[in-house]
């Protein structure tokens, strides 16, 4: 069945507000997707790189250390911070703040050159 849309012959009638009808919608229960959306941002993230390097040098994270990063980073953040060295477990992290993302990790051994440049601030996860 073809309609005219402004003088225009389409293959299909177009529904109008008068013809449609819109069921009542109900609001499922639990978070709105901008709070889902929100706290996705929120969640620390792990760059291919320093997944990697995490593997290759055979550190491993649990929960409660990824809550000790995540409450560091959100540290920094408050104090205006961009580029962190994040210090856990004898561990320096590398985090890009604003982006909340580990760049990179590494042990922090004994008789090791640790010389880390391009950071504005340092915070001790405990």
């Keep these: ?8 012959k389409v293959p299909f009638v177009p529904i109008t507000k008068k013809d449609s009808v819109i069921p009542n919608r109900t609001k499922v229960a639990g978070d709105s997707f901008s709070n889902v959306f929100q706290k996705e941002l929120n969640k ?4 291919a790189h320093a997944t990697k390097r995490l593997e290759s040098r055979n550190i491993n994270l649990n929960d409660a250390d990824i809550a000790k990063l995540n409450d560091a980073v959100g540290k920094a953040e408050a ?23 580990v760049i990179t990790a590494l042990p922090v051994g004994k008789g090791e050159e640790n010389v880390f440049t391009n950071i ?5 996860a405990t």
């Excluded at 069945?1 to 225009?8: E, K, L, P, T, W």
């Excluded at 620390?44 to 760059?47: A, F, N, P, T, V």
């Excluded at 504005?120 to 001790?124: I, M």
């Design 79 to 101: 104090k205006g911070a961009h580029d962190s060295l994040v210090m856990m477990n004898n561990t320096a992290f590398i985090v890009n703040i604003p982006n909340r993302t």
């Design 1 to 8: 069945m073809a309609g005219f849309i402004n003088g225009v």
């Design 120 to 124: 504005d601030s340092v915070v001790f």
């Design 44 to 47: 620390l993230k792990i760059s």
